[in-house]
């Protein structure tokens, strides 16, 4: 395992890391505290030292979870999101009090005393206009509640926005299926000192290579519920890509790359970019974590290869992901 500089947080943290939306089974089913545990040691024992959670995963048991796991393991860090828990979403959540109310929540849930880092939630555009809420993200960090602070968000000129604030670090989806971070927002946030945490790095899986038109997912799963952005912003199920296009491109990626793991390949593409501190991809066993953190190890990418990423991604995704995100 690698380990980058996390934007100015002065955490060192792993390259290959860990996103727990679905961290302790199955999507829908009850939340499994052991297997929990488990998949947590399991990337920890490669090398993973950070882990990306939030208030709302599986209402509060991820959180919990990683907080356990910290306890025993006082190397880790991670990020905590917050503000998504009660719908409909508002910039309202994003109030003072309301950010108040949230802090004090997941430090209760992880039982801890301070919370490493602090994302707003993919909140509405507007909060990035409510300095407000930023100012209270920089008191409770004077207080020594949290660490450091940041936003997870949908859009590139959101991640530009929050840049006039104090934040440490970005969260955006940037994988093969969603360039245009790297071309507008990377070089911002490094003069910044800003460090991007790259979530759906795996387009929700598509990017592993291995769905085909046949596939079927299981209806609590939003890769089956959320194609159309029915429960939240369509661009966080495979990346906001039409689901057969997606397969087709994922291919030919695979055919013109000449391998039969994308996955790994799909990541270590990511990771030709310095401005990402790590990659985030969610796990549903043990084996998808051996083989994303061995992407850590794999060659960099020829510029041939560079090329192909990016024709794949002009020719099926560019229109209209380009112009939605
Ligand atoms: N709004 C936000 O801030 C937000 C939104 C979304 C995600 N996130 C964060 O980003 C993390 C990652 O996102 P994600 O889990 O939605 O998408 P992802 O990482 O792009 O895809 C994860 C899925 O890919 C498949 N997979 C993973 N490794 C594999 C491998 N080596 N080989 C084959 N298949 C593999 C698994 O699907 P199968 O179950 O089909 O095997 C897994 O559930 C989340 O856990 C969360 O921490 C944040």
Not at 155 to 163: N, Q, R
Not at 230 to 235: I, L, N, R, S, V
Not at 291 to 304: D, M, V, Y
Request: with cysteine; proline share 4%; hydrophobic share 40%.
């Amino acid at each position: 395992m690698n380990y980058r500089k996390f934007g100015k947080t002065g955490f060192n943290i792993s390259e290959v890391s860990l996103g727990t939306w679905q961290l302790g089974g199955k999507w829908g089913t009850p939340f499994d505290e052991q297997d929990a545990q488990a998949t947590l040691a399991e990337a920890y024992d490669r090398g993973v030292n950070f882990f990306d959670t939030a208030d709302g995963y599986q209402d509060g048991a991820s959180e919990r979870a990683v907080g356990q796991f910290i306890k025993t393991h006082p190397d880790v860090h991670f990020t905590t999101k917050i503000g998504r828990k009660e719908e409909p979403l508002t910039a309202e959540h994003f109030s003072p009090k309301n950010i108040d109310r949230y802090v004090d929540n997941s430090l209760k849930n992880m039982d801890i005393n301070a919370l490493d880092m602090v994302l707003l939630h993919c909140p509405p555009t507007s909060v990035m206009y409510q300095p407000e809420t930023f100012f209270e993200l920089d008191r409770l960090q004077k207080l020594g509640k949290i660490r450091h602070y940041g936003v997870s968000v949908e859009k590139v000129e959101e991640g530009i926005k929050a840049l006039d604030y104090n934040v440490a670090g970005i969260e955006i989806i940037f994988n093969m299926f969603r360039l245009r971070p790297a071309k507008l927002f990377f070089d911002l946030a490094q003069k910044h000192d800003v460090g991007i945490l790259a979530r759906v790095p795996l387009a929700s899986g598509l990017l592993s290579g291995k769905y085909t038109a046949d596939t079927k997912f299981a209806p609590a799963d939003h890769r089956s519920n959320n194609r159309h952005g029915e429960h939240f912003d369509k661009g966080e199920t495979f990346s906001g890509v039409d689901y057969l296009t997606g397969v087709k491109a994922a291919d030919e990626l695979k055919q013109r790359l000449g391998t039969d793991r994308l996955a790994a390949m799909a990541l270590r593409y990511i990771l030709m970019y310095d401005a990402v501190s790590a990659v985030i991809p969610g796990a549903s066993n043990p084996t998808q974590i051996e083989r994303n953190t061995a992407a850590a190890e794999l060659a960099p990418f020829t510029t041939e290869q560079m090329a192909i990423v990016q024709s794949v991604y002009d020719q099926y995704i560019k229109n209209p992901v380009d112009y939605l995100w």
